[in-house]
Nanobody, 124 residues
Framework: EVQLVESGGGLVQAGGSLRLSCAASGFTFDGYNIGWFRQVPGKGREGISCISSRISVPHYADSVKGRFTISTDNAKNTVYLQMNNLEPEDTAVYYC?????????????????WGQGTQVTVSS
């Protein structure tokens, strides 16, 4: 069974950094796209970054480009999201997700498997 578990969220001041982790079990990354999403109350989930098992170039939403970096450790079946220069607008619940069968990772509406989420709060 595919399972994804996020960790690493917490409280941080504006300008600070956090690294989120997504530990996967029940599958290997080969053939999957892994994405990071975030959600605030009253809004839908926003895809902010993803990486494909087939190509090396990741995708970033404009809102996080230059500040966030996605990476994988295949030996550990873990995906990371390094978040630098955090802003209060980054406050949200962050989710990782897996998408099977699509060549490109940035079709965020197609993700099927989801973690439970981890809260990130950035104070001004």
């Amino acid at each position: 069974e595919v399972q994804l578990v996020e960790s690493g969220g917490g409280l941080v001041q504006a300008g600070g950094s956090l690294r989120l982790s997504c530990a996967a079990s029940g599958f290997t990354f080969d053939g999957y796209n892994i994405g990071w999403f975030r959600q605030v109350p009253g809004k839908g989930r926003e895809g902010i970054s993803c990486i494909s098992s087939r190509i090396s170039v990741p995708h970033y939403a404009d809102s996080v480009k230059g500040r966030f970096t996605i990476s994988t450790d295949n030996a550990k079946n873990t995906v990371y999201l390094q978040m630098n220069n955090l802003e209060p607008e980054d406050t949200a619940v962050y989710y990782c997700a897996a998408d099977w069968g699509n060549y490109y990772c940035s079709n965020y509406e197609l993700y099927e498997y989801w973690g439970q989420g981890t809260q990130v709060t950035v104070s001004s």
